[in-house]
């Protein structure tokens, strides 16, 4: 039985909750979970508890026996082992219905190496260069380094007959994006981007409930994402020159991918670009976005990594001709306005970030294995990208932006 499902039904908890107004049974929770539900940070309770959970199951694996790695899945190899590595990845990669298994990694310190491979469910193989991680015998590698890297190691990946799930940005610019798109053809391989908020169920609902006119007609989105990393003690990550922006292009990237894959292509843009707080080596902190799409919708972002926003992480409000739609990330729900009905909650399951994660690479094996294109294929990548390069235009001119002028740059 899964680690997870043990905790759940001893204390009469219920994981991943599609039931509005789940109330789980805490009285006869031990401490560590009582206080990791009960600390401050906004979450509903189906959701901290779904952390709480997945918190334990790491550090269940990180002191249990590492097994070989199963052969019936799809072996990857894996570089970068940062924060999101940590906090997002590791717990998908441990699931035990995961189709992935990681078993090489690209490790020049044995301290580190060390580190890693105790957080993981499967005993790795360390390798120090990426040539001999990419001749290895994997069939595919997750790349999850800094965003200026994203190229020359996908590139390289492909050329050696490999299939990439690459974190988000792919690339920094549209141009080296057509080239992975280029070489990926060329190859027959798959390459997706790990847009993973496209595989939140939370988002996939949204899409489905937005078809079906539950509000009406959209006229309007506003979205907001905020973060605080004015603590940081080092801000050298977070350098322009590294991920090849600011907080539109590291952060708001997600939005604006959802954006266009939920009301298809835009027509103009605007954006104005703070620095309120971090050090301008970082790029805008804060940002406000305008977006017109072909449609006649007008979606708006407001996004800061500075505290600078209403919202404790992400939140996005949907107005229709019949009523709005609203969902906030932290709180794991969808609620819908009708004009004239009263408010009522949408049903959808209580994941966070590393369920998002597991969805996304369950996604890329299911292509792998049938020879499939992914939903966050290379286009998808470089439409999002392109009304990028449009608000950083519209930010540094200070003028509204037409995606025809970024359409003609790159139209070959």
């Known amino acids: 039985m899964p680690f997870a499902r043990k905790v759940c039904e001893k204390f009469h908890l219920t994981p991943g909750a599609t039931t509005v107004g789940d109330s789980p049974n805490l009285t006869a929770a031990p401490a560590n979970i009582k206080i990791l539900i009960n600390a401050p940070i906004k979450h509903s309770l189906p959701i901290a508890l779904r952390q709480a959970v997945s918190k334990l199951e790491t550090r269940f694996h990180r002191f249990g026996v590492k097994t070989s790695p199963p052969s019936n899945k799809l072996s990857c190899g894996l570089l970068g082992t940062g924060h999101f ?8 990669l441990n699931k035990i ?12 310190d044995a301290k580190k190496f060390r580190a890693t491979q105790r957080f993981l469910r499967h005993a790795l193989q360390p390798f120090a260069t990426q040539e001999d991680l990419f001749a290895s015998g994997i069939k595919a590698a997750l ?7 994203h190229f020359a190691t996908a590139q390289q990946a492909l050329e050696r007959g490999l299939h990439v799930f690459c974190e988000k940005p792919l690339t920094n610019t549209v141009a080296d994006a057509l080239t992975l798109k280029s070489i990926a053809r060329k190859s027959g391989r798959v390459l997706m981007t790990g847009f993973n908020q496209r595989y939140l169920d939370r988002n996939r609902v949204l899409k489905e409930i937005i078809a079906e006119n539950r509000a009406g007609s959209i006229t309007a989105v506003h979205a907001f994402h905020n973060q605080d990393l004015r603590g940081l003690k080092s801000f050298a990550a977070l350098h322009r020159d590294l991920t090849g922006g600011g907080v ?8 604006i991918n959802l954006f266009l894959h939920w009301f298809g292509e835009v027509e103009r843009v605007s954006a104005v670009f703070e620095n309120r707080a971090l050090p301008a080596e970082c790029g805008e902190d804060t940002a406000h976005c305008k977006l017109t799409f072909r449609s006649g919708l007008t979606a708006t972002l407001d996004a800061s990594l500075a505290n600078a926003v209403d919202a404790s992480y992400e939140r996005i409000q949907i107005l229709g001709t019949d009523g709005e739609l609203t969902s906030d990330f932290k709180k794991g729900h969808i609620i819908c306005r009708p004009k004239s009905k009263p408010p009522y909650k949408i049903p ?7 369920d998002s994660v597991f969805n996304a690479l369950e996604h890329f094996a299911h292509c792998v294995k049938n020879g499939l294109p992914p939903e966050t294929d290379p286009d998808d990548s470089i439409k999002t990208l392109k009304v990028i390069e449009a608000l950083t235009l519209s930010a540094q001119r200070g003028a509204e932006v037409c995606l025809k002028e970024i359409e003609s740059k790159y139209a070959s």
């Not at 790349?143 to 890297?149: S, T």
């Open 85 to 92: 590595f940590r906090y997002a990845c590791v717990p998908a």
């Open 97 to 108: 219905n995961s189709p992935l298994a990681v078993t090489g990694i690209l490790s020049r």
């Open 143 to 149: 790349i999850l380094l800094p965003n200026h890297l």
């Open 248 to 255: 539109i292009h590291n952060a708001g990237i997600h939005f």
């Open 348 to 354: 959808c399951r209580a994941e966070i970030v590393s």
